[in-house]
């Protein structure tokens, strides 16, 4: 499907030359607008367009396709995109699309499905590398996250060492969809009887490593609390924000029925 439109729309606006074929000088002036600032001097162009989908929040691969451009034009001229895909179909270049194994799509099912793609393509790649690795937790009700955070505080066995996590319900981006944990697994090639699980090992940064380049956020990145396993989709709205605000505006959401990535 041809994007001439949607490119040239941007051009337009942007004031650069507008002929719908986006080099250097597009691109420059799109991370300007988008970002708010020039790309460094050094910035190759693939730098600056995943910087771009980085900040919009669509999947970063360098690779601007249709949902890229769709959620360009909509950040520059504050209207949808004329000749992309519907947003259903945006998902397309996440991994092949192909299902998990049984059990992480157990969990998976339970995410938001703009979260959905990104949890499959994290295995899928994963599994490129040799990693054997399933999703083992997804979206948790309040209740269920309290009940959690309840383990080794008031629920036995009583001590630091037993916590599971530091976040109440409502202060977990489980709560809202946008979140899952992983865990590796071993004792077979084949995922499904792959069944010895593996809570400590380098491979989790290796996996770290992958999921940002997706643009997910990882848990290991955090200076708090590490959480090698946990991998969450940040809305564009909240990309400059600190994790307590976001998860303030997600419980804002969440009681006004308001969709997470809207």
């Known amino acids: 499907m ?21 080099g250097p000088a597009t691109w420059a002036a799109i991370h300007t607008k988008i970002l708010g600032k020039k790309p460094a001097s050094s910035a190759g162009l693939d730098a ?15 690779s601007p396709g249709p949902a890229t451009w769709a959620a ?26 192909k299902t998990a194994d049984s059990r992480s799509e157990g969990n998976i ?12 393509a994290l295995i899928e790649r994963a599994a490129g590398q040799g990693i054997i690795i399933k999703a083992t937790s997804g979206t948790r009700s309040f209740a269920e996250q309290d009940k959690l955070y309840a383990k080794g505080r008031t629920i036995p066995p009583i001590g630091a060492k037993h916590t599971v996590t530091g976040a109440k319900g409502g ?20 995922p499904e009887k792959a069944k010895t699980p ?40 909240a990309a400059d924000m600190e994790e307590p605000a976001m998860l303030t505006e997600l419980r804002k959401r969440k009681d006004i029925g308001k969709d997470p990535f809207a």
């Open 109 to 120: 099912v339970t995410l938001h499905p703009r979260v959905q793609p990104f949890a499959r």
């Open 72 to 97: 360009i034009h909509l950040a520059v001229t504050a209207k949808k995109a004329p000749d992309v895909p519907k947003p259903s179909d945006q998902s397309a270049g996440i991994g092949s699309g």
């Open 171 to 190: 202060f977990s981006n489980h709560n809202f969809g946008i979140a899952f944990d992983i865990t590796i697994f071993t004792g077979s090639s084949d």
């Open 198 to 237: 593996v809570y400590e090992s380098p491979l989790y940064k290796v996996i770290g490593s992958i999921g940002t380049g997706l643009g997910l956020d990882w848990g290991g990145n955090w200076k708090s609390r590490v959480d090698e396993p946990h991998f969450q989709l940040r809305p564009a709205w």
């Open 48 to 62: 600056i367009i995943r910087a771009v989908q980085k900040k919009l929040g669509v999947f970063v691969d360098g």
């Open 2 to 22: 041809s994007l001439d439109t949607t490119i040239r729309n941007v051009q337009s606006a942007l004031g650069t030359t507008v002929d719908g074929n986006p």
